[in-house]
C-alpha cells in the first residue's frame, strides 16, 4: 500500500503554497509553513504563492511541509482574495 508521502516522493514534486496574510517579496523567518494544496494554503492567508525547493522537508505532515528558506528555488504571487476567510494564524 502507498501511502501519500511514498507517492509525494517517488514522483519528485518539489512545487509547494504559502498562504499569508501580508504580500511580501521574501521570506524572513526561519522556517516556512507550506501547504501541498492551494485550497489548504488559502487558509493561512489570502496571499496564496507558489513556491518551489529544493531538498527534503525539515518536516511534514500529508498536508504541510516545513522548509528552511535556503532551501527556496521559486518564489511567485499566483492569486489574491481580499475577502478570503482566513481560518488559521
Known sequence: IMRYVDLYENE???????????KFEKFSTSEI???????EAKRYGNYLYEITFDG??????????VIAPEQVTGFKL?????SAKIYRT
Open 12 to 22: 519528485n514534486v518539489r512545487v509547494a503554497y504559502h498562504g499569508s496574510p501580508h
Open 33 to 39: 509553513f507550506l501547504a501541498r494544496d492551494p485550497a
Open 56 to 65: 527534503n522537508p525539515m518536516f511534514e505532515t500529508p498536508t504541510i511541509m
Open 78 to 82: 499566483i492569486g489574491h482574495d481580499p
